[in-house]
């Protein structure tokens, strides 16, 4: 049965500083991952999705890695700014026609 | 393009009453979820759908729960009886296999239930 967890709970930072987010599933062979983040009372959105064949995806100031091996993906956000605050949350799918598992989310506050 | 809509997005409701939800997907998707979220935690997987067939349906889908998708475009998510353990966030999302499946999400039916 796939697990997925997420590491830290919670995480605050000052404005400026870089910033890594964890997310570890139990089993390998997953279709894709997929970060969202998430404003409080509201729906997600994504941000980054990573296939099984690749090992990195970047936007802006956001970089996703994966580690099918190891069963871990990380979340790169470089120079945090306030509205980088919200709930981050990875989901793995492990076929094309197999459902999501999400992580319980990191909750994120950039303090200015 | 406006993304995936839901409606309502607040509905308060008396235990025993029935309440329904409805999920637009964005136009082109052939792919629709229902996820149930609560305070603190991830999105629970509900069901999903390909096109009109509903291809997967998570146990936590008891026979109060009932998923349709006719035609193929939006989605109707029915609770019967409702009970105090269904208050949550609903949230729906649609994706596209083209697109490698990535998710859009909807912003989500708030249940609460009295």
């Known amino acids: 049965k796939q697990e997925v967890t997420q590491i830290p709970a919670a995480l605050s930072v000052p404005e400026g500083e870089n910033l890594v987010l964890n997310c570890s599933f139990t089993?390998?062979?997953?279709?894709?991952l997929q970060w969202f983040r998430q404003d409080p009372g509201k729906g997600l959105t994504s941000l980054l999705l990573?296939?099984?064949?690749?090992r990195e995806q970047t936007s802006g100031r956001l970089n996703a890695s994966l580690d099918k091996s190891s069963g871990r993906s990380t979340l790169y956000i470089a120079a945090s700014q306030p509205g980088d605050s919200a709930t981050y949350l990875c989901?793995?799918?492990?076929?094309?026609?197999?459902?999501?598992?999400f992580g319980p989310g990191t909750s994120l506050s950039v303090i200015p | 393009d406006t993304g995936v809509s839901q409606n309502p997005r607040h509905k308060i409701t008396k235990r025993g009453q029935n309440v329904t939800f409805r999920c637009d997907p964005i136009s082109e998707h052939n792919r629709l979820y229902w996820y149930r979220q609560t305070l603190g935690q991830g999105p629970e997987f509900l069901t999903y759908?390909?096109?009109?067939?509903?291809?997967?349906k998570s146990r936590l889908l008891s026979d109060r729960f009932s998923a349709e998708r006719p035609k193929g475009s939006f989605s109707t998510l029915e609770i019967q009886r409702t009970e105090q353990g269904d208050s949550a966030m609903y949230l729906c999302?649609?994706?596209?296999?083209?697109?490698?499946?990535?998710?859009?999400f909807g912003p989500g039916t708030r249940l609460t239930v009295l």
């Open positions: 089993d390998s062979a997953i279709y894709n």
């Open positions: 759908f390909q096109n009109e067939a509903q291809l997967e």
């Open positions: 999302a649609s994706s596209w296999r083209e697109e490698a499946d990535t998710q859009y």
């Open positions: 989901a793995v799918r492990l076929t094309s026609y197999d459902k999501v598992i």
């Open positions: 990573i296939q099984s064949s690749q």
